[in-house]
């Protein structure tokens, strides 16, 4: 990956953060975001990949073919997404990851659907980011 397809790699990130974020408030916990200017909510919320959004091998990025699709998102609040969140959460202790998995399941069913249907395809893509972003520009101002 060049520097251009970087960064337009990264924009597309940005631009689906904003989505997913624009729920206003952490889909497990309700905790509210603080908006911006424009509207989407950000101090407090994150946006979380329910499928992986890829890793780096050799001198490529790779993406997985739906880290910039909005099904594989959903806003949490920083306590709620972090690694050391006790209770639950996807990145926490292994009974909060479970307590994740079913809580997803039961509030967020065609996500959780999703995420079985998908889990065990780990083909990667090179996307056309230039493209991608302006498709995800556009649904952001459809929101």
């Not at 497990?28 to 919320?45: A, F, H, N, Q, W």
């Not at 990851?97 to 809580?103: D, G, L, Q, V």
């Not at 039961?106 to 996500?111: D, K, M, P, V």
Request: glycine letters at 8%; hydrophobic letters at 30%.
């Amino acid at each position: 990956m060049n520097k251009q397809q970087k960064k337009w790699m990264l924009k597309c990130d940005k631009v689906w953060s904003d989505i997913i974020r624009q729920v206003g408030m952490c889909e497990i916990c309700e905790v509210e975001g603080t908006p911006r200017m424009d509207g989407v909510c950000v101090k407090g919320l994150q946006a979380h990949h329910i499928l992986e959004k890829g890793g780096v091998g050799g001198k490529a990025l790779w993406r997985n073919k739906w880290r910039h699709d909005v099904s594989n998102g959903i806003c949490l609040c920083e306590k709620c997404h972090s690694k050391y969140q006790q209770d639950l959460g996807p990145h926490g202790t292994s009974d909060a990851r479970f307590r994740w998995w079913e809580w997803l399941k039961e509030n967020r069913h065609g996500q959780y659907v999703f995420y079985t249907e998908n889990k065990e395809d780990k083909r990667m893509d090179m996307a056309d980011y230039e493209v991608v972003y302006y498709e995800l520009i556009e649904m952001r101002e459809s929101f």
